[in-house]
Antibody, heavy 118, light 108 residues
Framework: EVQLVESGGGLVQPGGSLRLSCAAS????????MHWVRQAPGKGLVWVSR????????AYADSVKGRFTISRDNAKNTLSLQMNSLRAEDAAVYYC???????????WGQGTLVAVSS | DIQMTQSPSSLSASVGDRVTITCRAS??????LNWYQQKPGKAPKLLIY???NLHSGVPSRFSGSGSGTDFTLTISDLQPEDFATYYC??????????FGQGTKLEIK
């Protein structure tokens, strides 16, 4: 079974840091582009970042550029998102997603909640 | 960036009804339009990709159409489990992969 499981969310103060992880199983992780998408409480879906299969190509939404870093460890089937200088507006559920070429985001994790508050 | 606009933002319907949700792109995206369903407290699930292709396991009462800038998601014979929020997403020009603002389908 294809599965993505996020972890690492929690409560952090403004200006703080948090590292999210996503454990992949049931598929050949090293061949897929992976993404992070977030959803603030009661709001819509917003794309955050993506990384290609071997980690050589990375992109970020303008709102997180310079503060967030996406990475992957294909040996451990793990995707990560290092979030620094967190702001109140970064509070959201963060989803890890798999991009299936020619299809779309065909697999989503259950999400991990990030709260930013003093 | 390509902007995606869904209408309506919310919709009330009854079991057995046929409903249509519209998604409009700010520029042509050919057939690169995907639809997702999200239930409260759950992650979104892929319904339709490439404007009209049903994802594996999705009931045939869901259908999609359109090309260029205008797209529709149609649900025929609404079932109780279909009441959810629906999002469109363009994959023509990324990054960023942009989503519509969502359409909440509620029980009348």
């Amino acid at each position: 079974e294809v599965q993505l499981v996020e972890s690492g969310g929690g409560l952090v103060q403004p200006g703080g840091s948090l590292r999210l992880s996503c454990a992949a199983s049931g598929f050949t992780f090293s061949t897929y582009w992976m993404h992070w998408v977030r959803q603030a409480p009661g709001k819509g879906l917003v794309w955050v970042s993506r990384i290609n299969a071997d980690g050589s190509s990375i992109a970020y939404a303008d709102s997180v550029k310079g503060r967030f870093t996406i990475s992957r460890d294909n040996a451990k089937n793990t995707l990560s998102l290092q979030m620094n200088s967190l702001r109140a507006e970064d509070a959201a559920v963060y989803y890890c997603l798999r991009w299936e070429p020619g299809v779309a985001f065909d697999c989503w994790g259950q999400g991990t909640l990030v709260a930013v508050s003093s | 960036d390509i902007q995606m606009t869904q209408s309506p933002s919310s919709l009330s319907a009854s079991v057995g009804d046929r409903v249509t949700i519209t998604c409009r792109a700010s520029q042509s995206i050919a057939f690169y339009l995907n639809w997702y369903q999200q239930k409260p407290g759950k992650a979104p699930k892929l319904l339709i990709y490439g404007a009209s292709n049903l994802h594996s396991g999705v009931p045939s009462r869901f259908s999609g159409s359109g090309s260029g800038t205008d797209f529709t998601l149609t649900i025929s014979d609404l079932q109780p489990e279909d009441f959810a929020t629906y999002y469109c997403q363009q994959s023509y020009s990324a990054p960023p992969d942009t989503f519509g603002q969502g359409t909440k389908l509620e029980i009348k």
